[in-house]
Protein backbone atom coordinates (compact mmCIF):
# COMPACT_ATOMS: atom_id res chain seq x y z
CA UNK A 1 0.00 0.00 0.00
CA UNK A 2 2.90 2.14 1.02
CA UNK A 3 4.73 1.74 -2.10
CA UNK A 4 1.03 2.91 -4.44
CA UNK A 5 1.07 5.84 -2.42
CA UNK A 6 4.50 6.93 -2.91
CA UNK A 7 3.80 6.36 -7.02
CA UNK A 8 1.18 7.85 -6.60
CA UNK A 9 2.51 11.03 -5.00
CA UNK A 10 6.39 10.76 -7.51
CA UNK A 11 3.48 10.95 -10.19
CA UNK A 12 1.87 14.08 -9.32
CA UNK A 13 5.38 15.76 -8.60
CA UNK A 14 6.46 15.13 -11.61
CA UNK A 15 3.52 16.25 -13.65
CA UNK A 16 2.47 19.00 -11.12
CA UNK A 17 2.86 22.44 -13.09
CA UNK A 18 5.42 25.19 -11.52
CA UNK A 19 4.59 28.68 -10.71
CA UNK A 20 6.96 29.75 -13.50
CA UNK A 21 6.08 28.07 -15.84
CA UNK A 22 1.91 29.10 -14.75
CA UNK A 23 3.40 32.56 -15.07
CA UNK A 24 5.05 31.87 -18.77
CA UNK A 25 1.62 30.27 -20.20
CA UNK A 26 0.29 33.19 -18.61
CA UNK A 27 2.23 35.79 -20.18
CA UNK A 28 1.89 34.15 -23.59
CA UNK A 29 -1.74 34.16 -23.03
CA UNK A 30 -1.75 37.65 -22.95
CA UNK A 31 0.26 38.01 -26.24
CA UNK A 32 -2.73 36.24 -27.74
CA UNK A 33 -5.41 38.70 -27.13
CA UNK A 34 -5.72 41.80 -28.50
CA UNK A 35 -6.97 44.15 -25.28
CA UNK A 36 -3.92 42.89 -23.94
CA UNK A 37 -1.15 42.53 -26.58
CA UNK A 38 0.46 45.92 -25.95
CA UNK A 39 0.28 45.97 -21.96
CA UNK A 40 3.80 43.92 -22.16
CA UNK A 41 5.30 46.24 -19.78
CA UNK A 42 2.74 47.06 -17.16
CA UNK A 43 1.51 43.88 -14.99
CA UNK A 44 -1.80 42.37 -15.07
CA UNK A 45 -2.87 39.75 -12.87
CA UNK A 46 -3.64 36.47 -14.07
CA UNK A 47 -7.23 36.71 -13.42
CA UNK A 48 -7.18 39.79 -15.67
CA UNK A 49 -5.74 37.38 -18.82
CA UNK A 50 -8.24 34.74 -18.02
CA UNK A 51 -11.17 37.24 -17.75
CA UNK A 52 -10.23 38.82 -21.30
CA UNK A 53 -9.43 35.36 -22.94
CA UNK A 54 -12.65 34.08 -21.86
CA UNK A 55 -14.35 37.24 -23.68
CA UNK A 56 -12.04 37.34 -26.09
CA UNK A 57 -13.71 33.60 -27.32
CA UNK A 58 -16.88 34.64 -26.66
CA UNK A 59 -16.39 37.09 -29.45
CA UNK A 60 -14.88 35.10 -31.24
CA UNK A 61 -17.63 32.27 -30.84
CA UNK A 62 -20.65 35.35 -31.60
CA UNK A 63 -18.33 36.61 -35.05
CA UNK A 64 -18.47 33.07 -36.04
CA UNK A 65 -22.11 32.71 -35.69
CA UNK A 66 -22.66 35.92 -37.21
CA UNK A 67 -20.46 35.02 -39.84
CA UNK A 68 -22.59 31.84 -40.79
CA UNK A 69 -25.94 33.47 -40.50
CA UNK A 70 -24.28 35.69 -43.39
CA UNK A 71 -23.29 32.98 -45.25
CA UNK A 72 -26.35 30.62 -44.93
CA UNK A 73 -28.65 33.93 -45.76
CA UNK A 74 -26.01 34.93 -48.87
CA UNK A 75 -26.05 30.99 -50.19
CA UNK A 76 -30.15 31.57 -49.49
CA UNK A 77 -30.56 34.33 -52.15
CA UNK A 78 -27.96 32.74 -54.54
CA UNK A 79 -28.79 30.53 -57.34
CA UNK A 80 -27.10 27.55 -57.29
CA UNK A 81 -25.93 27.50 -60.54
CA UNK A 82 -24.94 31.37 -60.54
CA UNK A 83 -21.31 32.76 -61.27
CA UNK A 84 -21.45 34.05 -57.40
CA UNK A 85 -22.80 30.79 -55.56
CA UNK A 86 -19.42 28.96 -57.40
CA UNK A 87 -16.83 31.48 -56.37
CA UNK A 88 -18.72 31.31 -52.63
CA UNK A 89 -18.29 26.89 -53.16
CA UNK A 90 -14.81 27.41 -54.12
CA UNK A 91 -13.89 30.02 -51.19
CA UNK A 92 -15.68 27.04 -48.40
CA UNK A 93 -13.88 23.97 -50.00
Do not use: W
Amino acid sequence: MSSRRSRSSQQSSTSRITDDQIADLISKLQQLIPELRGRRFNKVSASKVLQETCNYIRNLHREVDDLSDRLSELLASTETDSEQAAIIRSLLM
